[in-house]
Structure formats: structure tokens, C-alpha cells
């Protein structure tokens, strides 16, 4: 592969006008990108790649696309905010057809809504393009749905790891909705807070609750395990579950886990880290 690293230098006159495009490029598989975003990794002339982004779909881009990786992983060191609006900006106003490939979808979890609000502000016009986001995909390889008409009245997209200035998310006062409500839980970036995810959901969601937890959700080294969800954190730390993962809470897995094992595609380490 061709592509480089490329550091823009400034702003050149207002007469070259180039793009911006916020792509989800879905939980990882490439056949699961759309055909609109496969199009605008194709004809962007400089692509900034997240850290969950699949080199293979990162692939087809063309040879001569300038790629800027600016990945941001909790836990890990990643490239700020600011830094990265700022080279967008920058690579817009230098005439640039701009891809902003995110894992999942843009705007589930993606930051997608800050850096629209930003680059808006500052005169940039921005099209998104949906991805599938990896709480749908991990349900789907599962062969369960998220919602159901005798289980599941709706589903919950929640973060497990809420912003620095951010308040947590409240635990008790969802597992009640929950449960009165009928509702799938999918929980993001909930692998460090399991512990506490999990002391919390029991205040108001039985013992019993059935839990799936999927690691790299469509790769190939995609792992996962089932349990209750008095057993989620014990189960996670014995699995050695890590991060990506997705956190999936609800009784429409009651009829997966009556008939496969607690544990399955176990290897014998983690495939966490940054």
C-alpha cells in the first residue's frame, strides 16, 4: 500500500474549494460498508483514519490519497480533538476531498456531533454517511435481534465511559426503565466500568438477566461470551475480555443462551490493547 502520512502546512486561496465527509466505516467488516461510503473513501484525496477502522477497508482507497491515522482509544494515548478539527479545516480550505472514516457509524458514540457543530462553525460544510454501528452487528452475530415483540420493546444505545466534563450515566435509573419498559440494553465502551455497570443494572434488572458481551464484533478474531448478569464481571475478568466490546443486556438472549454454551471462540489470550 502506497498511501502516506501527510501534514498539511496552511491555507491556500478560497477559490479551491474542497469537502468534508464523515464516513462510518461499519463494525469492520469491508462487506459491510455502504456503497455510498465505499464511493467516498474511493475519491478522497485525503482520508483521516480512526483506530478501529480495518486496514482492509482503509485499502481501498486510492494509491495516491494522503492518510492521516489520528486514532482515539480509552486508555491510550490519542490525538486531541482540536488537533484533528484543525487539519480537517485546514485540508478543506487547501481544496481537498476530506474523508473522516470512523469505526461504526459517525454519530453513535463517534464524536461525529462535535466535529459537526465545529466545522460548521467555522464555515465547512459537512455530508455524513451512515455505518453500521457495532452494537447492532454484535447482536446480529449472534443471531438475536435487539428488539422483539414479546421481549423487547425497544433497545438503549449507552456509553459505559462518559466524557471528563460529563456526569456518568445513571445506572439505577436506566436498569428501572429497563425493566418497566421492556428494553434491550447495548452498552459501549463499558469493558473498564463492568464492575460498575453491573452493581448498578442490579438495582433494578434481575440476577437472572441474560448478558452477551462481543469483542471485535465481525473480524475475524471476533470472540464472545454469555452469562447473567450477576455474573458479568467475574465472567469479562475470566474470559479476559477486553476492549472493543460490546455489552448486550436483555431477554431477547434468553433463547441464545438456552441452547449454546456459556462460552464460545475462546482463544488463549485477550486481543485487547491499544
Known amino acids: 500500500m502506497t498511501n502516506k502520512i501527510h501534514t498539511f502546512t496552511g491555507a491556500v486561496p478560497p477559490s479551491r474549494s474542497g469537502s468534508c465527509t464523515l464516513v462510518g466505516a461499519g463494525p ?26 480495518n486496514p482492509a477497508i482503509v485499502a481501498f482507497a486510492t494509491p495516491t490519497a494522503r492518510i492521516v491515522h489520528v486514532g482515539k482509544r480509552g486508555g491510550c494515548k490519542s490525538t486531541p480533538q482540536a ?13 481537498e476531498a476530506v474523508v473522516r472514516l470512523k469505526g461504526g457509524d459517525p454519530l453513535i458514540f463517534g ?53 471528563d466534563k460529563a456526569a456518568g450515566t445513571d445506572w439505577q435509573a436506566l436498569a428501572a426503565i429497563a425493566h418497566s419498559a421492556k428494553l434491550t440494553l447495548v452498552i459501549y465502551m463499558g469493558v473498564s466500568k463492568a464492575q460498575h455497570i ?12 441474560p448478558v452477551a458481551v462481543v469483542q471485535n464484533a465481525s473480524l475475524a478474531e471476533q470472540r464472545h461470551t454469555l452469562c447473567t448478569l450477576a455474573e458479568l464481571q467475574h465472567t469479562m475478568a475470566r474470559e479476559q475480555l477486553g476492549s ?19 462460552t464460545v471462540d475462546r482463544p488463549a489470550a485477550s486481543q485487547s490493547g491499544c
Open 28 to 53: 469492520g467488516d469491508p462487506e459491510l460498508l455502504t456503497l455510498k461510503a465505499l464511493k467516498a473513501i474511493q475519491s478522497a484525496t485525503v482520508l483521516l483514519i480512526d483506530d478501529l477502522v
Open 83 to 95: 488537533f484533528i478539527e484543525k487539519l480537517i479545516i485546514m485540508a478543506v480550505r487547501e481544496g
Open 111 to 163: 464524536r461525529g456531533g462535535e466535529e459537526m457543530a465545529h466545522l460548521q462553525a467555522a464555515g465547512v460544510p459537512v455530508t455524513v454517511i451512515n455505518g453500521i454501528t457495532a452494537g447492532l452487528a454484535a447482536a446480529t452475530v449472534l443471531g438475536v435481534p435487539l428488539t422483539h415483540r414479546e421481549h423487547a420493546h425497544g433497545v438503549v444505545f449507552v456509553t459505559g465511559h462518559a466524557g
Open 198 to 209: 453491573q452493581d448498578g443494572l442490579l438495582t433494578g434488572l434481575p440476577g437472572g438477566t
Open 244 to 262: 472493543p466490546s460490546v455489552i448486550v443486556v436483555g431477554d431477547v438472549l434468553r433463547g441464545l443462551a438456552a441452547t449454546q454454551q456459556t
